[in-house]
């Protein structure tokens, strides 16, 4: 497996290649890639997508991927480390949790309003134009870019469904998850009787409800979510434990423990010690790497 490093906070540049040697690849950093032109596909973490002028395409720390390329592709490659997303001050900062973390979970484009599309081919265009120019504040102009580019890719990643669940399903159910991510930090307002009441349901038919449409029921659903997002702060955070807690609204270090070594096996200051012991692994090699600015 090829392991690759970037050492600077971000990296720009095109790519124009009619194949890609690298297989099996593997980053410690985050990588967008616009795809121009051409067609192929892209596999992730073994889940294979077609790919196609106007995707956007995101892999994640730790991803294994590798392209099959038919013909010749353009590219706009956009990397970026972990610490790059902590610098900066996010407003939507639960939106670039679901970039950081969710990603890896939604093989192909994450792209799916027509709107956001638009404007992404605008943003790669301008992006684009600068790599290919020496103008003074370059270098600020592409950051403020790539900044939009990350949340109008989190905007479109940031609800976060079950697995089973249908990109068709029914609106209220998309609703009742929307209510349950806004509210993850809330205990009391994701208590049974409290959401029943939000959307009109019995507590009883809640739950029914919910479990037909998502395969689990919602308590399983806000604790996974739950440990994601704990997760998150775990590997991407300085946020020490108990500081965790206290936004998760959990009564103290103990409970937090108990709660994440139930689901995960091991303890929340174990976890953080292996995943980001992990992360700042420094691999090296690469598929793309001509044309970096």
């Not at 890639?33 to 596909?41: D, E, L, M, Q």
């Not at 504040?137 to 870019?145: C, G, K, M, T, V």
């Not at 991510?181 to 029943?196: C, E, N, S, W």
């Not at 010690?273 to 970096?292: A, L, Q, V």
Request: charged share 25%.
């Amino acid at each position: 497996m090829a392991r690759e490093n970037i050492y600077q906070s971000l990296e720009v540049f095109y790519e124009h290649i009619d194949s890609c040697l690298q297989r099996d690849r593997q980053f410690n950093f985050f990588e967008m890639i616009y795809v121009i032109s051409g067609i192929g596909n892209h596999v992730v973490n073994e889940n294979i997508k077609n790919f196609a002028a106007g995707d956007l395409l995101l892999i994640t720390p730790n991803d294994c991927h590798e392209f099959n390329l038919q013909g010749v592709c353009e590219f706009m490659v956009i990397r970026f480390g972990a610490q790059y997303i902590k610098e900066f001050q996010w407003k939507s900062i639960d939106h670039i949790e679901c970039l950081l973390y969710y990603a890896s979970h939604l093989p192909g484009s994450v792209l799916s309003g027509q709107e956001d599309q638009k404007m992404v081919a605008s943003l790669i265009q301008n992006l684009r134009q600068i790599t290919i120019s020496e103008s003074v504040y370059n270098e600020d102009i592409s950051r403020h870019l790539v900044n939009a580019l990350i949340v109008i890719a989190a905007r479109n990643i940031a609800v976060v469904r079950p697995q089973y669940i249908s990109a068709q399903a029914d609106h209220r159910i998309l609703l009742i998850l929307e209510y349950i991510q806004k509210h993850i930090r809330f205990p009391k307002l994701l208590k049974a009787d409290v959401m029943a009441e939000k959307f009109g349901f019995s507590p009883t038919y809640l739950g029914s409800y919910f479990q037909k449409h998502c395969n689990e029921s919602v308590q399983q659903y806000i604790s996974s979510y739950k440990i994601r997002l704990i997760e998150h702060r775990l590997r991407f955070s300085d946020k020490r434990i108990h500081e965790i807690a206290d936004e998760f609204g959990f009564a103290d270090e103990s409970h937090i423990n108990k709660f994440f070594k139930r689901h995960k096996g091991q303890s929340l200051k174990a976890f953080r010690m292996e995943s980001t012991s992990y992360i700042h692994e420094r691999p090296e090699g690469s598929c793309f790497e001509s044309y970096k600015t």
